[in-house]
């Protein structure tokens, strides 16, 4: 068994078709995903918690690898999840549209900064020179009619390895379609009754690289979606357009009218939980498919003002699992209004980019070194570009991360064509542009710009519930809310105004201030309000998964305790920042775990009550996220992208040497034998208790795993 998934798992790049092969097509309507919503079968009742346990009902905004895990966890715990996805399908930014890009290549909207201020791109003569200011950054984003979710470029595969990346109770495993079909489909939690698989499901493994593409990817969350029954809970095509607490007179109203659909089943005989619970309105959307844009569904305007108003609802919780690679965060340079008008040549962000055709012959830089900027310059590269200039605010030795404002020499695996600057400083008329590493040094006649520069944290449904003002800046973490003096002492006599509950607009990459990047830290909100997927720079399947399940446990009451009080909570994120400005990282770099994820899974499963009977693992039956094979492999795969590696900066991914690289997936491998074999109800060689809903206790060692 070890000896054929070794093989299976090799990595060869001839091993199986490529994504682009298996790829879908987004052009659903909303009559049809209306469609599959209705015939969705019934979202089967979870069985009663025990006494003293809550059963909430709970909204999840985000259909995509975030809202399947709060699904899964919510509904082990009890819950009654509704996750609303305002695509046509689930998956999140792993569903590929090849049509669908941003109205606006750049996915903002118009800079400010060269004071003409009336919008019009033409009336006014540009000036000199772009002289963009810091504050451009912040143009606005664009309607959710002009604007995509998706990033997904065609070619696009993974830059972790697939073992590492999948759930703890289903692994990511080249034959994770073919294990699936012998473990009978759906499963988990009594809920395979109404989880029949859907016809997008993949009934094969099309792609068996141990990086893959991006069409596996979405296999592999089709298939768990199937495998524990969590399409029922999905509300297809549904944008959540506001999200506000309940304020205590609506709380009194709700209770008047009978405590509404979504009242607290277990109120009777649990505690009740702190906090507002949360009245959300959706609206009807479908795909135009020309665009792939989203707009309000035709299907419901035509039924009526009814139909086509948001609906209401009240929620007992709010998981908000929208993902954070939709709103692209660009340097001043790119959003000014003067160089936008300067520049003849093209600019887009990255997030709009789906395949090098149009840049073959052209000259391109592509402004950002990290994975995707490092993917597209080698790709375009690839394709026939006559230049390709990698532009980074800083280099280290190995071509990643800053470690020094001017670039090293191009590496050894770079191609030809790829040229590596410092970071892109000025755009002139005649289409050149210069790099701060050597502002003299010009690069001219280029013909397009690519923003590989990351993106903004978005959360435009929650706008109400925390307004946008002037006190969200330089509200520091953990800050004293009395005014002060001149000498900096608090002043009692002076009113401040309160600080905000929640931040997140004017700092890009970070919401603040967030216990545990989850859940709210002022305002007696959580856990009734959490975020999933926040951190980045880690492998987010199981971390999400790992957040999902406290956020059940703590809203059930099955966490061995609940959250500490306000003040220990602002405490703890006040002491993070500050070990955060003591080693240097700024402030965009607050959710970046990197190495420190394990520590952090490890710490949200210890709050959950899991692994405090020796570390063996969750209880119901599945590998510990912080398992030394997934951060040894999580290291290995570091390496392995850094060293270089003949046929470019991309070929890490088809290579998989060494012995420490060798075996961590000899012992994924083994972890996933004992996984399958338990979800099929025990087998040869192994003691687990499988049985229909797929659980058994798998105990993980140093070499391996055994049933137990």
């Not at 999948?166 to 994770?176: N, W």
């Not at 109400?464 to 608090?490: V, Y």
Request: aromatic letters at 6%; proline letters at 9%.
């Amino acid at each position: 068994m070890l000896a054929r998934l070794r093989a299976a798992l090799s990595g060869s790049a001839s091993g199986g078709s490529s994504s682009s092969a298996r790829r879908r097509s987004s052009t659903v309507t909303a009559a049809d995903a209306a469609a599959n919503n209705a015939a969705r079968p019934t979202p089967a009742t979870p069985p009663p918690p025990p006494p003293g346990l809550r059963s909430l009902a709970v909204a999840v905004v985000g259909g995509g690898a975030g809202g399947l895990a709060a699904a899964r966890e919510l509904l082990k715990e009890g819950h009654r999840p509704t996750v609303f996805e305002q695509n046509d399908s689930i998956g999140g930014v792993w569903v590929y549209n090849e049509c669908a890009v941003d109205a606006l290549p750049l996915g903002v909207g118009v800079g400010v900064g060269d004071g003409d201020g009336d919008g019009d791109q033409t009336s006014a003569p540009p000036p000199p020179s772009s002289a963009p200011n810091a504050t451009d950054r912040q143009a606005p984003p664009l309607p959710w009619t002009q604007a995509v979710h998706g990033s997904i470029y065609r070619q696009l595969r993974t830059n972790l390895p697939r073992e590492v990346m999948g759930y703890l109770d289903f692994p990511f495993s080249a034959d994770f379609a073919e294990q699936q079909q012998q473990a009978g489909g759906g499963g988990g939690n009594g809920n395979s009754s109404n989880g029949s698989s859907s016809s997008n499901s993949s009934s094969s493994s099309g792609d068996p690289r141990r990086y893959p593409g991006h069409a596996e990817v979405l296999a592999y969350l089709e298939a768990y979606a199937d495998a524990f029954g969590l399409r029922p809970h999905f509300r297809l095509g549904t944008r959540v357009v506001r999200a506000t607490p309940l304020s205590e007179e609506q709380e009194e109203e709700e209770e008047e009218d009978g405590g509404g659909a979504a009242h607290d089943a277990a109120a009777a005989t649990a505690e009740a939980l702190p906090g507002p619970r949360w009245r959300v309105e959706s609206v009807a959307v479908e795909r135009d498919a020309q665009t792939g844009r989203l707009r309000p569904s035709a299907a419901a305007a035509a039924a009526g003002p009814s139909s086509s108003s948001p609906r209401c609802e009240t929620f007992d919780a709010l998981v908000v699992a929208n993902g954070h690679y939709a709103l692209p965060n660009l340097p001043a340079v790119a959003v000014s209004r003067a160089a936008r008008r300067l520049f003849p040549g093209a600019q887009l962000h990255s997030h709009n980019y789906r395949s090098p055709g149009p840049y073959r012959g052209r000259r391109v830089v592509v402004v950002g070194a990290s994975n995707s900027g490092g993917d597209l310059a080698d790709e375009i590269a690839a394709a026939g570009a006559e230049l390709v200039v990698l532009s980074a605010r800083g280099w280290s030795k190995s071509g990643g991360g800053a470690a020094a404002a001017s670039p090293a020499a191009n590496l050894p695996h770079d191609r030809p064509n790829v040229r590596r600057r410092g970071m892109l400083c000025d755009l002139r008329a005649d289409g050149a542009c210069a790099f701060d590493d050597d502002a003299d040094d010009l690069v001219p006649n280029v013909d397009a710009i690519i923003y590989a520069t990351g993106y903004r944290y978005a959360f435009d449904f929650l706008d109400e519930a925390f307004p946008h003002g002037a006190s969200e800046e330089g509200e520091g973490e953990g800050e004293e809310e009395g005014a002060r003096t001149s000498g900096g002492a608090a002043d009692p006599a002076a009113a401040a105004p309160p600080p905000p509950l929640l931040r997140w607009r004017d700092e890009p990459g970070r919401v603040a201030p967030l216990y545990l990047h989850m859940f709210p830290a002022r305002g007696r909100l959580a856990p009734r309000l959490s975020f999933l997927g926040l951190p980045w720079k880690v492998v987010p399947f199981p971390l999400m998964q790992a957040q999902a399940r406290l956020v059940a446990r703590l809203l059930s009451g099955r966490a061995p305790a609940p959250l500490p009080s306000e003040p220990e909570m602002l405490a703890a994120v006040a002491a993070e920042g500050a070990a955060r400005r003591a080693r240097g990282a700024p402030e965009r770099h607050a959710h970046v775990l990197g190495g420190e994820q394990w520590a952090y899974n490890a710490e949200l499963l210890r709050l959950c009550g899991d692994g405090v009977d020796g570390g063996e693992g969750d209880k119901e039956g599945e590998a510990p996220v912080p398992g030394s094979w997934r951060a040894r492999m999580y290291s290995a795969a570091g390496e392995n992208k850094r060293a270089p590696h003949p046929g470019g900066p991309s070929a890490y991914r088809d290579r998989w040497e060494g012995a420490e690289a060798e075996g961590t997936a000899l012992e994924a491998a083994a972890e996933f034998e004992a996984l399958w074999r338990a979800r099929k109800g025990g087998g040869r060689g192994g003691r687990g208790r499988g049985g229909g809903d797929g659980r058994a206790r798998v105990v993980i060692t140093e070499t391996g795993s055994r049933g137990n």
